[in-house]
C-alpha cells in the first residue's frame, strides 16, 4: 500500500511504504519475525552491529533522534521493525516494517526515524550489494520478453517476499557459524540477487546493468569525488574527465544522485570530518583543513546548517550519545 503526504522535513511528497501485520500473509510474517528474532539476539542493546559476513550489518534505534546525513553506499535494506523516512535528493520516501530499498550508486541521504521506541525499537538489516554477482546473476536469468525501462534513478523499493526475508535469515545465522559462512555466505548473496531480480526493484536493477554504470561518466565522475573530495572542484575539468558537457553532466548527476556534483562534494567533506572529530578527535579547524576547506569558518557554518549545530558541540553531542557516526 502506497500513501502520499507532505512531507515534514519540506521535500515535497512523501511517498510511504509500509505493510500492516494484518494484511500480511501469514507465512511472509512468520518469515519477518524469524528475521527479526535473529537481529535482535545478536544486537543486544548496540545501536549498530558489524557482522563477521562481509558487508551484512544490523541496526538498532529506541528513539527517533534528530535527522541524519549519510552516504549509502550500493545496498540492499529490509526496514524489520518501526519506521525511517529517507530523503534522496529532494525525493523523501518512508519505509515501514517490511518494506526495502536498494541502491545503484553512492549516494546521499538525509534520514530520519519516524516509529521508534524502547518496547519496539527500530531494526533493520543492510547489506552491500556486490554487483559483481548480481551482474552474473544477471547474465544468467532469460531476459524478459518485454521490460519497460525505469528511471535513471540511484534507487528503488518495494516490499520484501517471504523468500528474501528467509535468506537474510540464514545469511544471519551464518554470522554465528563461521565455518559455514565461509562456504556458503556467497551463495546466500547471489541468492538475494536473485530475490531483488524477482522483486518490484527488477527490471531497474536489469537497466542499471543494461545502461552499464560503472563504465558511464557519472560514476566515474562520483568515484573521483570519492577519492579526491579534499581537491578543489572546477565541474568543467570533472565533466571532462567524465567525457560529457558540463550540462550534461549536471543534468544525468542530479538525475542519478539527486544532487549537483558541487553538493555533492560538500556532503563527502562534512562526512569525512565529522569522521575525523568522532574517531581520530581531532580539532575543528584540522579536521575543516584536511577536508578541503580554506575557510574554517565556512566550514563551521556549512557543518551546523548540515548537522544542526556547530561542529564542537555537536561532535560533543554525539559523543554522549554513543559516538556513532
Not at 525511517?84 to 541521504?109: H, L, W, Y
Not at 565541474?235 to 567524465?242: F, K, P, Y
Request: hydrophobic share 40%; with cysteine.
Amino acid at each position: 500500500m502506497t500513501n502520499s503526504s507532505s512531507s515534514p522535513l519540506g521535500f515535497g511528497q512523501v511517498h510511504s511504504i509500509a505493510l500492516s501485520e494484518p494484511a500480511q500473509p501469514s507465512e511472509r510474517l512468520q518469515a519477518l519475525r524469524r528475521l527479526i528474532d535473529k537481529v535482535s539476539g545478536q544486537m543486544g542493546s548496540s545501536e549498530v552491529g558489524k557482522t563477521s559476513i562481509p558487508g551484512l550489518t544490523f541496526y538498532r534505534m529506541t528513539g527517533l533522534g534528530t535527522p541524519t546525513y549519510c552516504i549509502y553506499e550500493p545496498c540492499v535494506a529490509i526496514i524489520l521493525q518501526g519506521a525511517k523516512e529517507i530523503t534522496f535528493g529532494e525525493e523523501a520516501r518512508e519505509f515501514g516494517q517490511g518494506s526495502f530499498f536498494v541502491t545503484s550508486v553512492d549516494i546521499p541521504t538525509l534520514a530520519r526515524m519516524t516509529a521508534a521506541s524502547e518496547q519496539t525499537p527500530y531494526l533493520s538489516v543492510v547489506l552491500k550489494l556486490d554487483l559483481s554477482i548480481l551482474n552474473e546473476v544477471i547474465q544468467s536469468l532469460e531476459p524478459p520478453k518485454q521490460e519497460v525501462s525505469s528511471n535513471a534513478r540511484g534507487f528503488a523499493s518495494g516490499a520484501a517476499s517471504t523468500e528474501m526475508l528467509d535468506a537474510f535469515a540464514r545469511l544471519a545465522t551464518l554470522t554465528e557459524r563461521p565455518l559455514e559462512a565461509g562456504l556458503m555466505a556467497d551463495l546466500i548473496k547471489r541468492e538475494i540477487c536473485v530475490r531483488l531480480l524477482l522483486s518490484s526493484a527488477g527490471p531497474w536493477l536489469r537497466s542499471v546493468a543494461r545502461d552499464g554504470y560503472r563504465d558511464k561518466g557519472i560514476v566515474r565522475a562520483i568515484e573521483w569525488l570519492k577519492l579526491h573530495y579534499e581537491k578543489p572542484l572546477h565541474v568543467a575539468d570533472l565533466a571532462e574527465r567524465s567525457g560529457m558537457a558540463t550540462s550534461t553532466l549536471h543534468h544525468n548527476f542530479r538525475k542519478l544522485t539527486g544532487t549537483s556534483p558541487v553538493q555533492y562534494q560538500k556532503s563527502l567533506r562534512l562526512q569525512a570530518a565529522r569522521s575525523l572529530m568522532l574517531t581520530e578527535r581531532v580539532d575543528v579547524n584540522t579536521a575543516a583543513l584536511r577536508v578541503g576547506y580554506e575557510s574554517v569558518a565556512q566550514f563551521s557554518r556549512e557543518y551546523a546548517r548540515r548537522f544542526g549545530a556547530p561542529p564542537s558541540r555537536e561532535i560533543k553531542q554525539a559523543r554522549e550519545n554513543g559516538g556513532a557516526v
